[in-house]
């Protein structure tokens, strides 16, 4: 595959005018070929004027229309799998396994918006007829759907390089719902971006989108992802990653003087809970289900298990094993020297920490590696540190124990999390009424004896929760839920059949689900 | 009715500690008994404390008993329907029919919410079944609805002192959808805030909702309002008002460590634009219905059309129909001394504009008036100057002639409005393509052959729309699609039946639609 090293400006392709920077393989240090050139500011330009241009054409094409596209990403992608494997496990150190189960993923995803599409109760058409001869004011013929909001840029996510990035989740859904999508790249996989852009691009040429409905920008966050952000053409803003990056962008949105919403994933530590009878029958393979969900991925998920908390006195089969589990467990490598060194230093943070015991940590057998550690702490020395909340991006863990009461009091002080899970048997769940409740406070989903890692991709899937989880927790950045990110509703009052969108004119063409006069239909 | 004075913490009423400040009849000028007293800090903080403690009892109550509530603050209010009436009109003075008819659409506003809670379609409830056998990864059991995100506070309207205030749209949504609400009541009206206050009060007390479910608090918008909009136990706001205190309010949010949602409805010119086909066939009674919809209530709608475009070469008869009703039209009382003066200031700068011509202005009648107002100018004027965009908030309208492309440029260049009508034929319509597009891109409600005003509470009304018209055109301020404002997705996974919520056990016993493996049942 031709790998160009530069941005994809609607059809065409960037000059290389730079500066550049290289992927680099975290496990060999290798610099990978090509050097990507940052855009210049005429291209970051031209790409925003194109979206613009193409949204009125694109957002008026048939739902049966954008499904296919989608479904044709998904092919294009599907041609190049091999090629995605190899650059993809290059630049992210991750086993081919995984790059083409998130290829898989990847697809399905963008596969499952185009069934919404067709299946049509995303859309919320709402009907209600006419009244004219009602008292004291005549009733207007009012109908309702969601219409798409404009321009996407989607910011691409370090750790999942395919799901989370140029034709991951959020792409897929801006573009189901009519919006042209400006990707930004991520610097550590520039290339495995570039090879599913081509297939985003050779689709949209095959479909006969407009030019603009999708463009891909290298270059830095803080340039052209700001210029991005602050381009009053651009709507809508997706984004994957750290705390203090999604906060930026939350914060240049809304100074912007039309501020615009902005979906930021950014950080969780995904409190798990185990009930005393549950542990009391199955403490070994439970701390055997923990350490798989926490090393999976070599932790680098959201929804990794960050904090776990244990009834006192309950603890130690679970704590035993879980030592033995970590002592034989090997290093693995991360996704890049920022994440790998960012690692080392909040669990080195943690391991300092008064009060905390490391249960067990190995050495790294190389570098750009991480092993994974576990922490031991009591009730009153989690709830006196709000560093002990703060997220270890990686296979870290940290134990809390104490009494029911305390450990109310720490599911109350946990901030908004993506995840909460709880372990228990019946019984267990029957005394476990106000953590239940404080829990469904605090997350976007909640999980009964399961563990946070293993995103389903489906309709009901909320993968959001309150600040600073995400920076939206109305919202969701996996299922088809997502389509409401990127829509608003709009009316048409007393509107001649012929001008009505299909999905509200009265014979119902599309066949779509449909609230009329207050009763689904 | 005893009239105290005080705000309503919970179902205490605060102390008289001032400072204070009085209603002002703006007919009469008589200041109006009794003076309201602000709150303190201390009253301020145990209002929200009590919101915080009563959400995890009132989120959880069956949507039947929140529904029943809703319908006893309807029956309350019912009751005390003169006193609304008398003391409305005293405080803003509209005419009593007026007060009297927003009192019905507050009733049936709450009413509607009540239905939507039993019809069950707005919580969004969606099922996916276990796959225990599917490979290579099995599925799990995943189900997900919308739950109340926390307290919510509601500024009140100067200008809808029923149906945007204390127990308008926004109380009646939060509270439909499980939120505490923490009324910030206007200066304007603040004795019909009190008499509407007391029958929630009453009818939480009678329906045995928790203290906290409702507050309200006088006081100033700059300590009061935003020390609530500052707290960290509130989680969303509910403002209509100006575009600086809308936008103030936006900003105080966005900087918060915890930044939350503002709805926020603030500036419309509604603008309408006539087709000559139509002009040539009924241009005065256009003129006519025109002058209806620019006049009703004094102008001090926030769908009051603002702005009218007509082909160059076919307003004469328009405008000369226009002048003539114009001519004989009395003036009326403003809702407070600052909208008149507001009005004054801006229709002078809109005369004072070069290149505009003013149509016709009579004299105001009394202090505290406003007489209707019609402007002129072409459509090089209108766009080579910002200034003509402006709200004028009261009965003031500026008409633009120019060629379809100066039409088209002008719809392409105003702000996010709330409504756009378009008047024509089907001919007219059919030729009328691109005009139609940008309106639909820039409004949240498109009327054809109809006036703004007049705002149906419905399921499919959109009364919202892109910035400035309203802080987040994608929510509503009318109607059920209001419920999404106050809610955010949760979902739970493998959860046994008896710790679902009733709305996604398996045996649906409150029998409402549910998207069930993707299809809806």
């Known amino acids: ?81 091999d090629d995605i494997a190899a650059r993809g496990c290059a630049e992210t150190g991750l086993p081919e396994a995984r790059l083409r189960g998130e290829t898989g993923r990847t697809l399905g995803q963008l596969r499952l918006f185009a069934t919404m599409l067709d299946e049509g109760t995303w859309i919320d058409a709402r009907i209600e007829h006419a009244q004219p001869d009602r008292t004291p004011l005549p009733k207007v013929d ?46 550590s996989h520039p290339g495995t971006s570039e090879i599913v852009a081509q297939a985003v691009i050779k689709a949209a040429q095959l479909c006969g989108m407009p030019e603009g409905v999708f463009s891909m920008l290298y270059g830095s966050g803080v340039t052209v992802g700001s210029s991005l952000v602050r381009h009053p053409l651009i709507k809508a803003v997706g984004f994957t990653g750290s705390h203090k990056g999604g906060r930026a962008l939350m914060d240049l949105a809304a100074a912007r003087p039309e501020p615009i919403p902005v979906y930021a994933e950014m950080s969780s530590i995904n409190p798990v809970i185990m009930m005393p009878d549950v542990l009391a029958q199955k403490a070994a393979s439970l701390a055997d289900g923990y350490f ?115 450990l109310l009091a720490i599911a109350e002080a946990v901030e908004g999390q993506l995840t909460a899970s ?61 389509a409401s990110r990127f829509t608003r509703p709009v009316a048409w009052q007393n509107t001649p059949d012929a001008f009505l969108p299909d999905e509200l004119k009265e014979s119902n063409p599309l066949g779509i689900p449909r609230l009329i006069d207050g009763k689904l239909h």
């Open 1 to 81: 595959m031709m790998m160009l090293g530069t941005s994809f400006v609607g059809f065409s392709r960037g000059a290389h005018v730079g500066p550049y920077s290289s992927a680099i393989n975290p496990t060999s240090q290798e610099i990978l070929d090509p050097p990507y050139a940052s855009p210049s500011a005429e291209e970051v330009e031209s790409a925003v004027q194109l979206a613009a241009k193409a949204f009125p054409v694109y957002r008026n094409l048939p739902a049966a229309t954008r499904a296919g596209f989608l479904r044709a990403i998904a092919s294009e992608i599907e041609m190049v799998a």
């Open 142 to 187: 009012l109908r309702s759907m969601l219409r798409p909001i404009g321009p996407v840029v989607v910011f691409c996510a370090s750790n999942f390089p395919l799901a989370y990035s140029v034709a991951g989740g959020d792409s897929a859904s801006a573009l189901a719902v009519g919006c042209p999508v400006i990707v930004k790249a991520h610097s």
């Open 292 to 406: 798989q969900s926490l090393t999976l991925g070599v932790g680098q998920f959201c929804t990794n298990p960050g904090l776990l908390l244990l009834p006192k006195g309950s603890e130690s089969e679970f704590v035993a094993t879980l030592k033995e589990k970590i002592s034989s467990a090997a290093s693995a490598t991360m996704l890049n020297a920022g994440i790998c060194q960012a690692y080392q230093e909040s669990t080195a943070a943690t391991a300092a920490h008064p009060g905390v015991t490391t249960i067990r940590s190995n050495q790294c057998a190389a570098p750009g590696q991480a092993a994974p550690v576990v922490f031991l702490c009591e009730a009153e020395t989690f709830l006196s540190s709000s560093a002990l909340s703060d997220e270890m991006f990686g296979p870290a863990s940290l134990i809390v124990t104490g009494s029911t009461e305390q």
């Open 422 to 482: 709880i372990f228990g048997t019946e019984a267990d769940f029957a005394s476990a009424g106000v953590m239940l409740e404080i829990l469904e406070r605090k997350a976007g989903r909640l999980i009964f004896n399961g563990f946070p890692t293993g995103v389903e991709v489906c309709h009901s899937m909320v993968h959001g929760g309150p600040y600073p989880a995400t920076s939206d927790g109305r919202s969701t950045s996996v299922g088809t839920m997502a």
